[in-house]
T-cell receptor, first 113, second 114 residues
């Protein structure tokens, strides 16, 4: 079974721009969560989508948004990029509400200049 | 609020020695405790997990213990090998219904020297 895939793997943007990142979960998985990883703040939860609905949201500004499609693929968008948004963005795939394990993709490394 | 503390931040051992990483969580409603290993340039890989109704779980050279009263859980790696070198993260969650948020510790950088 293929794992979680994220595209693109690397991205360089400038301040003020916006960016869209994509995540394809493991086949059959319905839950996709997004995390931001930085050296200073570690791994922080952004939001979770299940069956195209956002169920949980972390403590991030409204510039961070996401969505999920009917095939469970998810995108996250960051508008008006700031230097502090430079990070590794990870998505995690989970089968259903009756399972516990979450599996992470390789991440998208975003650099904001 | 929700918080997970992880110690030590760095750990250096000789090949063949044991390594222990400890975590403390704040939310007593937490019921699921996974451990992830992250190698350079990769996403975190789930290596073992434990649920609140179990005190200990073992998988070959790795084991996890949970003390719900003290709100502590630990990762034990025996007979360490150079390929065990990575950053290890503990996490806690209260998996009820539609709640899937993981609260992560700050990570432990483990170096295993041949």
């Amino acid at each position: 079974k293929a794992g979680v895939t994220q595209t693109p793997r690397y991205l360089i943007k400038t301040r003020g721009q916006q960016v869209t990142l994509s995540c394809s979960p493991i086949s059959g998985h319905r839950s996709v969560s997004w995390y931001q990883q930085t050296p200073g703040q570690g791994l922080q939860f952004l939001f979770e989508y299940f069956s195209e609905t956002q169920r949980n949201k972390g403590n991030f500004p409204g510039r961070f948004s996401g969505r999920q499609f009917s095939n469970s693929r998810s995108e996250m968008n960051v508008s008006t990029l700031e230097l502090g948004d430079s990070a590794l963005y990870l998505c995690a795939s989970k089968g259903s509400d009756s399972t516990f394990e979450q599996f992470f993709g390789p991440g998208t490394r975003l650099t904001v200049l | 609020g929700e918080n997970v503390e992880q110690h030590p931040s760095t750990l250096s051992v000789q090949e063949g020695d044991s390594a222990v990483i400890k975590c403390t969580y704040s939310d007593s409603a937490s019921n699921y405790f996974p451990w992830y290993k992250q190698e350079l340039g990769k996403g975190p890989q789930l290596i073992i997990d434990i649920r609140s109704n179990v005190g200990e779980k073992k998988d070959q050279r790795i084991a996890v213990t949970l003390n719900k009263t003290a709100k502590h859980f630990s990762l034990h790696i025996t007979e360490t090998q150079p390929e065990d070198s990575a950053v290890y993260f503990c996490a806690a969650s209260k998996l009820t219904g539609g709640y899937n948020k993981l609260i992560f510790g700050a990570g432990t950088r483990l170096a295993v020297h041949p």
